[in-house]
Antibody, heavy 121, light 105 residues
Framework: EVQLVESGGGLAQPGGSLRLSCAAS????????MTWVRQTPGKGLEWVSSISASSGRTDYADSVKGRLTISRDNSKNTVYLQMDSLRVEDTAVYFC??????????????WGQGTQVTVSS | EIQMTQSPSTLSASVGDRVTITCRASQSISGRLAWYQQKPGKAPKLLIYMATNLEDGVPSRFSGSGSGTQFTLTISTLQPDDFATYYC????????FGGGTKVEI
């Protein structure tokens, strides 16, 4: 059974940083791209970033480019989202998801339960 | 950026009803259209991919159709477990989600 467990969310100040982790199990992690999606009550679901199985390709939404960085460690079956220069509008529930292929397609076959990020002074 | 427009935003229905939700893309997406179901406090769940393909384990009362820029999710006979919010997503060029359709009693 595929399991994705996010952690690292919490409260941060504007301009601050957080690092989200997503631990994966139940599938061959190194064979699949991984994706982060966030959700806010006002803006709904928003694709944030994706990384290929080999880490050779990363994609970002324009709204986070230059501030958020996706990475993965295939030896630890974990994908990360480093969040720097945080803004109030980054406040959301962040989900990690298993992609359908080694190269990012952003088709999210399986999702974690999400972790809340709140950016406020 | 490809925009996805879903309608209606809210749909009132009863058990046993046939329900149809529409999603329109701002440009052709080569059939790369997915539908997800989300219940309160839970993660979205993939129902349909490539516009018409049912994900494993999803009941056959769910079906998808469409091509080009117009797509439809149909629930043939609404069940109590189907009251939820449904989202479309294009994955032809990165990923964009529709605004969601809440199916309520």
């Amino acid at each position: 059974e595929v399991q994705l467990v996010e952690s690292g969310g919490g409260l941060a100040q504007p301009g601050g940083s957080l690092r989200l982790s997503c631990a994966a199990s139940g599938f061959t992690f190194s064979n699949y791209a991984m994706t982060w999606v966030r959700q806010t009550p006002g803006k709904g679901l928003e694709w944030v970033s994706s990384i290929s199985a080999s880490s050779g390709r990363t994609d970002y939404a324009d709204s986070v480019k230059g501030r958020l960085t996706i990475s993965r460690d295939n030896s630890k079956n974990t994908v990360y989202l480093q969040m720097d220069s945080l803004r109030v509008e980054d406040t959301a529930v962040y989900f990690c998801a298993k992609d359908s292929a080694p190269v990012p397609s952003t088709l999210c076959e399986h999702w974690g339960q999400g972790t809340q990020v709140t950016v406020s002074s | 950026e490809i925009q996805m427009t879903q309608s209606p935003s809210t749909l009132s229905a009863s058990v046993g009803d046939r329900v149809t939700i529409t999603c329109r893309a701002s440009q052709s997406i080569s059939g790369r259209l997915a539908w997800y179901q989300q219940k309160p406090g839970k993660a979205p769940k993939l129902l349909i991919y490539m516009a018409t393909n049912l994900e494993d384990g999803v009941p056959s009362r769910f079906s998808g159709s469409g091509s080009g820029t117009q797509f439809t999710l149909t629930i043939s006979t609404l069940q109590p477990d189907d009251f939820a919010t449904y989202y479309c997503q294009q994955y032809d060029n990165l990923g964009t989600f529709g605004g969601g359709t809440k199916v309520e009693i």
